[in-house]
């Protein structure tokens, strides 16, 4: 029997799946891993590369509908729109069949499952996955590594600065809107550390309910709640010699920030429902779109906690007080993606140039980085001209360049991408350069 060189992850919360899942398709493949709790999914897909997840549609919280597998799926495909992902689940039906498909799943698989169609459609996922991988091999690797492009004198500081400290285990807060790159930069810094080899574990702390808090950052014992039936470790532990990146710290509450500072004062953690202190060896990186400042003032965060977070302060700046970067990041883009799609679009119009350097930016270099792709992919032409671009002119702030209401002009192009897309939400999302949750809200909005 052969083995077929392949990365699979299995993620089921039934340990009994788990372990006849992995049975079987680890004698067909290199290496199968499993995990029963799909909260470390961002972290799994984040730092290790898997041809094929294969992820169940119900957990514990919603044993039938499929909401929480489809919910996990958009995660999925946000954090890697490449990802190849086969759904199972014991309530699948024809219906969900399809809604999984034009959700992008790959495949779908009813469990109880007969072996020989699990093993043939993981056969058939992770040689589909290969063969893009191959097709891609030889051409230029593409990653919005945007954040480190700028000659402007404000990022030349930020980088300046991050070149200074990387290299220390100094804790590291980052300061910037929404858009403006923090998680690429706090990458940046990882891979400019002593810690590089070792992994960077990010922690949305707006999306962890206070519940969860404790469980997600420090881990738990087995009995320590309900549904803590093994032992496990906390994102604290998962990030040892390595990096934990703290985003959105400016969301959580004032008491878990107290559990917090206990934990960066003294280096140790304690699972929930064990009294054993563990040592911790992570280099700490913050961030927060709000003016945490603001807030230490008020009271809502703590200043001691405030004064172990930022030994080193990096702001980082909006992109109308960069206007210089801004075309050399729009070429940037247009590089990119004339590439991803192959189009022969390879110039930008001295028009839209003026225009692009005029507007105001309120998304930042993510608004840029959608702008040009879907920009890019619309344009039939070897230049982009200001029609192509959709973006407000400086002199109204109430309609496009191009005479149309900015609404009406998003329904449009989200309809027609639709509609080219044959409805496969994966598909029209990547055309738009938007998230898959970002287009459900705006098919939501419109009533699409």
Not at 35 to 54: A, C, G, T
Not at 436 to 447: D, Q, S, V, W
Request: proline share 3%; with cysteine.
């Amino acid at each position: 029997m052969s083995i077929q060189q392949g990365k699979i992850l299995i993620v089921d919360d039934d340990v009994d799946v788990l372990r006849a899942a992995r049975l079987l398709l680890k004698r067909h493949f290199a290496q199968v891993d499993f995990e029963k709790n799909p909260q470390k999914i961002p972290y799994l897909v984040s730092n290790f590369e898997y041809d094929v997840i294969l992820l169940d549609m119900n957990f514990t919280r919603d044993l039938s509908s499929g909401k929480e597998g489809f919910e996990w799926l958009d995660k999925i495909l946000d954090i890697n729109p490449k990802a190849t992902v086969v759904l199972f689940t014991a309530y699948g039906d024809v219906e969900m069949a399809v809604r999984a498909i034009k959700a992008g799943a790959a495949d779908f698989v009813l469990k109880p499952w007969e072996n020989d169609k699990l093993l043939a459609a993981m056969q058939t996922a992770v040689a589909t996955n290969q063969a893009k991988q191959e097709k891609k091999a030889g051409g230029a690797t593409l990653h919005t590594g945007n954040v480190l492009i700028g000659d402007s004198p404000a990022m030349q500081e930020v980088l300046e600065t991050v070149g200074r400290v990387a290299g220390t285990d100094a804790n590291i807060l980052i300061l910037g809107e929404n858009g403006t790159g923090k998680d690429l930069l706090a990458r940046h810094i990882h891979t400019l550390s002593m810690r590089k080899e070792k992994p960077i574990v990010p922690v949305d702390l707006g999306a962890i309910s206070e519940t969860l808090f404790e469980s997600e950052l420090f881990g738990h014992v087995k009995g320590a709640f309900t549904d803590a039936r093994d032992d496990r470790a906390g994102r604290f532990e998962e990030a040892a010699g390595g990096t934990i990146f703290l985003d959105e710290i400016g969301n959580i509450s004032v008491p878990f920030q107290a559990k917090l500072l206990t934990v960066l004062q003294n280096r140790l953690v304690t699972r929930v429902g064990s009294n054993k202190q563990i040592p911790i060896d992570v280099r700490l990186i913050s961030a927060t779109n709000k003016n945490i400042q603001q807030l230490a003032a008020s009271g809502q965060f703590r200043q001691d906690l405030l004064y172990r977070i930022n030994t080193i302060e990096v702001h980082l700046p909006p992109l109308r007080e960069r206007r210089e970067d801004i075309v050399p990041l729009a070429e940037y883009f247009l590089g990119m993606y004339r590439k991803k799609y192959n189009r022969p679009v390879a110039f930008l119009h001295e028009t839209l140039i003026t225009q692009l350097e005029n507007y105001e930016w309120p998304g930042n270099i993510r608004e840029l980085q959608h702008a040009i792709e879907r920009a890019v992919i619309l344009c039939q032409g070897k230049t982009l001209m200001p029609k192509d671009v959709f973006v407000k002119s400086a002199a109204s702030s109430e309609k496009l360049d191009t005479g149309f209401n900015l609404e009406d002009m998003e329904r449009n192009m989200i309809a027609q991408a639709l509609k080219q897309c044959n409805g496969n939400i994966t598909d029209a999302a990547r055309e738009l350069g938007l998230s898959r949750a970002a287009l459900y809200r705006r098919m939501e909005k419109y009533n699409l």
